[in-house]
């Protein structure tokens, strides 16, 4: 059986494009920058920041009640494969901003 990573569930939204320095910035990656701008998105990465610390209580809280190593394994690769999801999203808008303000990528 092969491990599952969170680099290894392709979710073709979530890469970042190359930009092409004579065109700039996409219309997509404008907007992203606009919205990390807003209060609204400080509250969403405190959000998800929050849920990530708290998937991470998960298996602490399994261990506790006695999982079987079984259940605590799935939990694991859950909890890794979301938040991996989860970073790729704010990483998404983060790019956006790095493209908007310096023109280049990572």
Wanted: charged share 25%; proline share 3%.
């Amino acid at each position: 059986m092969t491990a599952l990573r969170p680099n290894s569930i392709n979710i073709p939204s979530l890469d970042m494009n190359e930009i092409d320095s004579k065109v700039g910035p996409t219309k997509e990656e404008q907007l992203l920058y606009g919205m990390s701008k807003s209060e609204g998105w400080r509250i969403f990465t405190e959000l998800a920041k929050r849920v990530c610390d708290e998937l991470n209580q998960v298996n602490v809280a399994a261990i506790e009640a006695g999982a079987s190593f079984e259940e605590i394994g799935k939990n694991t690769l859950v909890i890794s494969a979301t938040q991996g999801i989860i970073d790729r999203l704010l990483n998404k808008v983060q790019d956006a901003q790095e493209v908007c303000t310096d023109g280049k990528t990572k």
